[in-house]
Protein backbone atom coordinates (compact mmCIF):
# COMPACT_ATOMS: atom_id res chain seq x y z
CA UNK A 1 0.00 0.00 0.00
CA UNK A 2 1.20 3.26 -1.00
CA UNK A 3 1.05 5.52 2.00
CA UNK A 4 -0.12 9.46 0.94
CA UNK A 5 -2.09 11.78 3.06
CA UNK A 6 -4.72 10.97 0.48
CA UNK A 7 -4.64 7.30 1.34
CA UNK A 8 -4.99 8.54 5.30
CA UNK A 9 -7.90 10.41 3.86
CA UNK A 10 -9.53 7.39 2.68
CA UNK A 11 -8.33 5.29 5.99
CA UNK A 12 -10.00 7.80 8.31
CA UNK A 13 -12.78 7.77 5.83
CA UNK A 14 -13.12 3.99 6.62
CA UNK A 15 -13.48 3.92 9.61
CA UNK A 16 -15.78 6.88 9.99
CA UNK A 17 -16.59 9.56 13.24
CA UNK A 18 -17.57 6.98 15.45
CA UNK A 19 -15.46 3.96 17.66
CA UNK A 20 -14.07 2.09 15.08
CA UNK A 21 -10.34 0.38 14.13
CA UNK A 22 -8.40 -1.90 11.25
CA UNK A 23 -5.97 -4.20 10.95
CA UNK A 24 -3.77 -2.95 7.82
CA UNK A 25 -1.25 -4.45 5.14
CA UNK A 26 1.75 -6.47 6.61
CA UNK A 27 3.92 -4.41 4.64
CA UNK A 28 2.54 -1.01 5.19
CA UNK A 29 5.22 0.71 7.36
CA UNK A 30 3.89 2.01 10.87
CA UNK A 31 6.39 4.67 11.31
CA UNK A 32 5.58 5.82 7.90
CA UNK A 33 2.04 5.94 9.18
CA UNK A 34 3.18 7.58 11.97
CA UNK A 35 4.50 10.31 10.53
CA UNK A 36 1.61 11.34 7.67
CA UNK A 37 -0.55 11.72 11.11
CA UNK A 38 2.31 13.83 12.96
CA UNK A 39 2.29 16.00 9.47
CA UNK A 40 -1.78 16.94 10.09
CA UNK A 41 -2.40 16.39 14.21
CA UNK A 42 0.97 17.55 15.56
CA UNK A 43 3.41 15.26 17.98
CA UNK A 44 1.69 11.95 19.65
CA UNK A 45 1.13 11.15 22.67
CA UNK A 46 2.78 7.44 23.24
CA UNK A 47 0.49 4.57 24.82
CA UNK A 48 3.24 2.70 27.26
CA UNK A 49 0.61 -0.32 27.91
CA UNK A 50 2.60 -2.03 30.43
CA UNK A 51 4.79 0.60 31.92
CA UNK A 52 2.81 3.81 32.28
CA UNK A 53 -0.37 3.88 34.36
CA UNK A 54 -0.95 7.10 33.34
CA UNK A 55 -2.84 6.12 30.45
CA UNK A 56 -6.53 6.62 30.92
CA UNK A 57 -9.57 8.47 28.95
CA UNK A 58 -8.15 11.58 29.23
CA UNK A 59 -5.03 10.58 27.67
CA UNK A 60 -6.47 7.96 24.91
CA UNK A 61 -6.89 4.43 26.53
CA UNK A 62 -10.27 4.04 24.49
CA UNK A 63 -7.67 3.67 21.74
CA UNK A 64 -7.02 0.08 23.04
CA UNK A 65 -9.89 -1.13 24.12
CA UNK A 66 -10.58 -3.03 20.74
CA UNK A 67 -7.19 -4.89 20.96
CA UNK A 68 -7.84 -5.90 24.83
CA UNK A 69 -4.23 -6.80 25.67
CA UNK A 70 -3.51 -7.46 21.94
CA UNK A 71 -2.08 -4.42 21.18
CA UNK A 72 1.88 -3.94 21.12
CA UNK A 73 2.25 -0.05 20.32
CA UNK A 74 0.20 2.29 19.89
CA UNK A 75 0.65 6.81 19.19
CA UNK A 76 -2.39 8.96 19.77
CA UNK A 77 -3.20 12.31 18.99
CA UNK A 78 -6.39 14.51 20.51
CA UNK A 79 -8.35 15.89 17.56
CA UNK A 80 -11.23 17.88 18.99
CA UNK A 81 -13.92 15.22 20.01
CA UNK A 82 -12.02 12.26 18.48
CA UNK A 83 -8.74 10.38 19.90
CA UNK A 84 -6.99 9.04 16.51
CA UNK A 85 -4.16 6.35 16.76
CA UNK A 86 -1.81 4.02 15.03
CA UNK A 87 0.94 1.51 16.30
CA UNK A 88 0.44 -2.36 15.65
CA UNK A 89 -1.21 -5.23 16.76
CA UNK A 90 -1.35 -8.63 16.97
CA UNK A 91 -4.69 -9.90 14.96
CA UNK A 92 -6.28 -13.05 15.94
CA UNK A 93 -4.00 -15.49 14.74
CA UNK A 94 -1.46 -13.89 16.94
CA UNK A 95 0.16 -11.63 13.79
CA UNK A 96 2.00 -8.45 14.64
CA UNK A 97 0.08 -5.95 12.02
CA UNK A 98 -0.37 -2.57 11.48
CA UNK A 99 -3.60 -0.37 13.11
CA UNK A 100 -5.59 2.61 12.96
CA UNK A 101 -7.70 3.41 15.55
CA UNK A 102 -10.50 6.24 15.68
CA UNK A 103 -12.73 6.45 19.15
CA UNK A 104 -15.02 9.20 20.37
CA UNK A 105 -12.85 11.59 23.40
CA UNK A 106 -14.84 13.33 25.95
CA UNK A 107 -14.01 17.28 25.83
CA UNK A 108 -14.60 19.76 28.80
CA UNK A 109 -18.00 21.35 28.97
CA UNK A 110 -17.96 24.84 26.81
CA UNK A 111 -17.00 28.00 29.45
CA UNK A 112 -18.98 31.05 29.56
CA UNK A 113 -17.48 33.66 27.19
CA UNK A 114 -16.95 35.64 30.09
CA UNK A 115 -16.18 35.09 33.60
CA UNK A 116 -18.80 36.24 36.21
CA UNK A 117 -17.98 39.64 37.33
CA UNK A 118 -15.76 40.38 39.73
CA UNK A 119 -14.23 36.58 39.51
CA UNK A 120 -10.37 36.44 39.57
CA UNK A 121 -9.35 34.29 36.42
CA UNK A 122 -6.13 32.80 35.34
CA UNK A 123 -6.48 32.46 31.96
CA UNK A 124 -3.94 30.64 31.35
CA UNK A 125 -5.62 27.64 33.62
CA UNK A 126 -8.73 28.55 31.67
CA UNK A 127 -7.17 28.09 28.46
CA UNK A 128 -6.22 24.60 29.59
CA UNK A 129 -9.75 23.54 30.32
CA UNK A 130 -10.70 24.98 26.75
CA UNK A 131 -8.21 22.68 24.90
CA UNK A 132 -8.69 19.44 27.27
CA UNK A 133 -4.68 19.75 27.77
CA UNK A 134 -3.98 17.06 29.55
CA UNK A 135 -0.03 16.60 28.89
CA UNK A 136 2.94 18.11 31.64
CA UNK A 137 4.60 21.43 30.89
CA UNK A 138 6.52 20.93 27.00
CA UNK A 139 8.98 23.71 27.73
CA UNK A 140 9.45 23.85 32.01
CA UNK A 141 13.33 25.08 31.68
CA UNK A 142 12.86 27.83 29.42
CA UNK A 143 15.94 30.73 29.95
CA UNK A 144 13.31 33.35 29.82
CA UNK A 145 16.44 35.99 31.66
CA UNK A 146 18.55 34.95 29.01
CA UNK A 147 15.93 35.38 26.10
CA UNK A 148 14.66 38.74 27.70
CA UNK A 149 18.10 40.20 28.49
CA UNK A 150 18.67 39.20 24.36
CA UNK A 151 15.14 41.34 23.08
CA UNK A 152 16.05 44.38 25.65
CA UNK A 153 12.69 43.97 27.64
CA UNK A 154 11.11 41.80 30.23
CA UNK A 155 7.70 39.50 28.88
CA UNK A 156 4.46 38.96 30.18
CA UNK A 157 3.70 36.33 32.85
CA UNK A 158 1.04 34.74 30.91
CA UNK A 159 2.84 34.60 27.49
CA UNK A 160 6.09 32.92 29.27
CA UNK A 161 3.04 29.95 31.05
CA UNK A 162 1.32 29.67 27.56
CA UNK A 163 5.17 29.12 26.11
CA UNK A 164 5.85 26.83 29.21
CA UNK A 165 2.92 24.81 29.45
CA UNK A 166 2.25 24.09 25.59
CA UNK A 167 4.98 24.55 24.15
CA UNK A 168 5.82 24.17 20.00
CA UNK A 169 2.71 24.39 18.26
CA UNK A 170 -0.81 25.75 17.41
CA UNK A 171 -4.15 26.29 19.31
CA UNK A 172 -6.61 24.25 16.67
CA UNK A 173 -3.82 23.65 14.44
CA UNK A 174 -3.84 27.51 13.53
CA UNK A 175 -3.02 29.81 15.90
CA UNK A 176 0.61 29.17 16.25
CA UNK A 177 2.20 30.68 19.59
CA UNK A 178 5.66 31.72 19.15
CA UNK A 179 8.51 30.18 21.34
CA UNK A 180 9.92 33.87 21.73
CA UNK A 181 8.16 37.21 20.45
CA UNK A 182 9.32 38.39 16.73
CA UNK A 183 10.61 42.00 16.73
CA UNK A 184 10.24 42.73 13.23
CA UNK A 185 7.47 45.26 14.18
CA UNK A 186 9.34 46.92 16.40
CA UNK A 187 10.06 50.62 15.18
CA UNK A 188 5.84 50.35 15.22
CA UNK A 189 6.46 49.48 18.74
CA UNK A 190 4.85 45.69 18.55
CA UNK A 191 6.28 42.67 19.41
CA UNK A 192 4.20 39.89 18.07
CA UNK A 193 3.66 36.53 20.14
CA UNK A 194 1.34 34.56 17.91
CA UNK A 195 0.39 34.43 14.21
CA UNK A 196 -2.75 32.67 12.08
CA UNK A 197 -2.93 30.90 7.96
CA UNK A 198 -4.71 33.92 7.23
CA UNK A 199 -1.43 35.88 7.84
CA UNK A 200 -3.17 38.05 10.60
CA UNK A 201 -0.51 39.25 13.67
CA UNK A 202 -0.96 38.82 16.98
CA UNK A 203 0.93 41.37 18.91
CA UNK A 204 1.89 43.52 22.32
CA UNK A 205 1.82 47.32 22.25
CA UNK A 206 4.75 47.37 24.74
CA UNK A 207 4.47 50.73 25.98
CA UNK A 208 5.03 51.29 29.70
CA UNK A 209 7.36 49.56 32.56
CA UNK A 210 4.95 46.80 33.11
CA UNK A 211 4.45 44.26 30.54
CA UNK A 212 1.51 42.45 32.04
CA UNK A 213 -0.11 45.70 31.13
CA UNK A 214 0.77 45.20 27.35
CA UNK A 215 -2.89 45.59 25.32
CA UNK A 216 -2.86 43.06 22.36
CA UNK A 217 -2.91 44.42 18.99
CA UNK A 218 -3.62 42.65 15.92
CA UNK A 219 -1.78 43.36 12.77
CA UNK A 220 -4.31 42.01 10.25
CA UNK A 221 -3.26 41.43 6.98
CA UNK A 222 -3.75 44.58 4.93
CA UNK A 223 -1.96 45.88 7.78
CA UNK A 224 -4.69 47.15 10.47
CA UNK A 225 -4.20 47.51 13.80
CA UNK A 226 -6.70 46.04 16.22
CA UNK A 227 -6.28 46.75 19.84
CA UNK A 228 -7.56 44.90 22.12
CA UNK A 229 -7.45 45.70 26.24
CA UNK A 230 -6.23 42.49 27.52
CA UNK A 231 -3.42 39.85 28.42
CA UNK A 232 -2.50 37.30 25.54
CA UNK A 233 -3.51 34.65 27.20
CA UNK A 234 -7.07 36.18 27.67
CA UNK A 235 -7.02 36.96 24.08
CA UNK A 236 -6.84 33.55 22.77
CA UNK A 237 -9.38 32.06 25.36
CA UNK A 238 -11.57 34.49 24.09
CA UNK A 239 -11.20 34.27 20.97
CA UNK A 240 -11.77 30.63 20.92
CA UNK A 241 -15.26 30.91 22.71
CA UNK A 242 -16.61 33.37 21.73
CA UNK A 243 -18.50 33.22 18.14
CA UNK A 244 -18.92 37.25 18.22
CA UNK A 245 -15.26 38.14 17.98
CA UNK A 246 -14.10 40.31 15.48
CA UNK A 247 -11.18 37.14 15.32
CA UNK A 248 -13.13 34.38 16.50
CA UNK A 249 -12.04 30.90 15.57
CA UNK A 250 -15.39 29.72 17.54
CA UNK A 251 -17.32 29.89 14.22
CA UNK A 252 -15.03 27.04 12.91
CA UNK A 253 -14.20 24.38 15.75
CA UNK A 254 -16.59 23.07 17.84
CA UNK A 255 -14.01 21.57 20.44
CA UNK A 256 -10.48 23.20 20.94
CA UNK A 257 -7.27 21.98 21.44
CA UNK A 258 -3.49 22.47 21.34
CA UNK A 259 -1.28 20.69 18.23
CA UNK A 260 2.06 20.17 19.53
CA UNK A 261 5.09 19.93 16.55
CA UNK A 262 7.30 18.25 18.41
CA UNK A 263 7.83 16.48 21.77
CA UNK A 264 9.65 17.57 24.32
CA UNK A 265 13.28 17.47 24.05
Same mark, same amino acid.
Given at each position: ?12 ? %? ?5 ? =? ?19 ? $? ?31 ? %? ?8 ? $????? %? ?9 ? &??? =? *? /? ?10 ? $?????? &?????? !?? $? ?5 ? *? ?7 ? /? ?14 ? /? ?5 ? @? ?7 ? #? ?5 ? #????? !? ?11 ? %? ?14 ? @? ?11 ? /? ?5 ? &???? =? ?9 ? =?? @? ?7
Amino acid at each position: MELTQSTVNDLLD %RLGPGDD =HMYLPGDLDPEALTDLLADRY $GAPRTLVLDADPTVDDSRGAALLVPFADRAVTM %RAWAYGDQWV $GTGTA %RDAEGVERPVL &VVA =H *R /EVPEPLAVAPDE $GEDVDW &VERLIR !IT $GWTQPAR *RPDVDWAEA /ESRLGTVLPSDYKRMV /ETFGVGA @FDGYLDLNQ #EPWTRLR #EDGLL !IWAGTEHEDLYCW %RADGDDPDRWPVVVRS @FDSQDVRFDCQAA /EFVCRIL &VDPH =HPFTMARYFDT =HW @FMNYRTND
